[in-house]
């Protein structure tokens, strides 16, 4: 499912091209030829999404064990990257233009065709926001945040042409509009190439999540204590694993039942999950030598 919704954005990023070019062809304006480069951009970026996606369906095998999730974050990142790129094309162009104005033409016409663009992708990030949510893909939150940043763009140059339209003496407005959108496109860049990184460095997943974790345990029907909870998350998968202490007297059979009913558990709060448990009897001192974690608290102070 989630490849269908990005085949949606890769039609809308053929459909937006199309109109942006004619507008900046009417008008004139670096501003709108800008906002066309984007989503050039755009239509690459979704493609790489829609290629990521095919990968990460791919089941577990033995070369990679833990399956095809971390793709995501690749593309994720490369579509960051990608947004990086086209700033810097923006920057160019308006300055470009800003050393060396130009009257702009048919201003009305551009105007409308690249409203209209701004129409079909804040639709289609709508759609791809709520694929973002259901499915839990970072790919898809990635495009999505593409195209919000495409209609942000859209809008801004659009202000830009506008201004010219009605004031023609203030033609240096469409560069400055554009230098302003190639900054705002930085920023989101910026932050879905952080994302990528840190998802690639598995990152422990947010502290509310880890807390859940441990509150699950703590609230099972026979008293349990955890340590060395380690957490990280692949594309979508969250993968969990920490030590459970049991009293030494514990059977194997039941040591297992425990562990069988705690993973069912914690499946049912974080759905797409894979936990591993690691029992060691509580009495046993060297149960407590292996917990890192708090030696590395103990290592910061």
Known sequence: MPKKIILISILASLITIGLKLGAAYVSNSVGIFSDALESFINLIASCVAYMALSLAERPADKKHTYGYNKVEYFASGLEGGLILVASG????????????????????????????????????????????????????????????????????????????????????????????VALQILRTGYELTQKSFWGLLDRALPQEEQEQIEKIVKNHSVELTLHNLRTRKSGKKRFIDFHLLLDGKT???????????????????????????????????????????????????
């Open 251 to 301: 059977s194997v059979q039941q040591a297992h039942d425990i562990c069988c009913e705690l993973e069912e558990e914690i499946r049912k709060a974080f759905p797409e999950s894979e936990t591993t448990i690691h029992v060691e009897p509580i009495e046993d001192k060297r149960s407590w030598k292996d917990d890192f974690l708090r030696q590395a608290e103990k290592n910061k102070k």
């Open 89 to 180: 094309g923006i920057f160019y162009a308006a300055f470009k233009r800003f050393l060396h104005p130009q009257e702009l033409n048919s201003l009305d016409w551009g105007v409308f065709l690249v409203l209209l663009s701004a129409v079909v992708n804040a639709i289609v990030a709508w759609i791809l926001l709520r694929g973002a949510r259901r499915y839990n893909s970072i790919v898809l939150e990635a495009d999505a945040k593409h195209l919000l940043t495409d209609v942000i763009t859209t809008l801004g140059v659009s202000l830009g042409v506008g201004i010219v339209y009605f004031w023609p003496q203030l033609k240096v407005v469409d560069p400055l509009l554009a230098l302003l």
